[in-house]
């Protein structure tokens, strides 16, 4: 298997503009993960779907953040403004099943907004 | 919420020592996973333990759930194992979320 697969892995942007991060999980999996990961906040989870619905989306930090999932095999994170504190590595990681199940992580998405 | 900890914080080794490091959690756990985030970034899945023992190569893992406590061991390290290490788990009674210790940063050195 590929593993879960993001992109970009990279995406510099300026401050106002849209941002969207890429996800594909494992096939298979039911429950996919979005995380963020900054030096003072450590890893976070934002917000987790399973079998393409949102269930929970209380780490997602504000409006200006937004997630869906319109099939399983693809999910997108979007940002839009965007804003410098936005700056961080983006994780996409999916499992097998909530609960006892082991979670998969991608590469991430390194997202820098000037 | 479960609260999870990690020690030591950072760790210096010289190319062939061995270390433990150790994660301990404050509730009944039905999932703990121990991860190595390398130099780039990428988070590597190395042991998925909620009890007993794994062993991998020059690596291997103990949970022992009931003193809510797991160690991950490294023999001979070598320069690749340099990176964050990260104990995560979830929750007996809330298996909504992995919750993530704040790591033990390892540099290994020639």
């Known amino acids: 298997d590929a593993g879960v697969i993001q992109s970009p892995r990279h995406e510099v942007t300026e401050m106002g503009q849209e941002v969207t991060l890429r996800c594909k999980p494992i096939s298979g999996h039911d429950y996919l993960f979005w995380y963020r990961q900054t030096m003072m906040r450590g890893l976070e989870l934002l917000i987790y779907?399973?079998?393409?619905?949102?269930?929970?989306d209380s780490g997602m930090p504000e409006d200006r953040f937004s997630a869906k999932m319109p099939n399983a095999s693809f999910s997108t994170l979007k940002i839009q403004p965007s804003e410098p504190r936005d700056s961080a590595v983006y994780f996409c990681?999916?499992?097998?099943?909530?609960?006892?199940?082991?979670?998969?992580f991608g590469p991430g998405t390194r997202l820098t907004v000037t | 919420g479960i609260q999870v900890e990690q020690s030591p914080p950072d760790l210096i080794l010289q190319e062939g020592a061995n270390s433990t490091l150790r994660c301990n959690f404050s509730?009944?756990?039905?999932?703990l996973q121990w991860f190595h985030q390398n130099p780039w970034g990428q988070l590597i899945n190395l042991f998925y333990?909620?009890?007993g023992t794994k062993q991998n190569g020059r690596l291997s893992a103990t949970t022992v759930a009931t003193e809510r406590y797991s160690l991950l061991y490294i023999s001979s390290s070598q320069t690749t194992d340099s990176g964050v290490y990260f104990c995560?788990?979830?929750?007996?009674?809330?298996?909504?979320?992995?919750?993530f210790g704040t790591g033990t940063r390892l540099q290994v050195f020639p």
């Open positions: 779907f399973n079998n393409n619905v949102p269930i929970d």
């Open positions: 990681a999916s499992s097998p099943r909530q609960g006892a199940y082991e979670q998969y």
């Open positions: 333990i909620p009890s």
């Open positions: 995560a788990v979830k929750g007996a009674y809330n298996t909504d979320k992995l919750i």
């Open positions: 509730d009944s756990v039905n999932n």
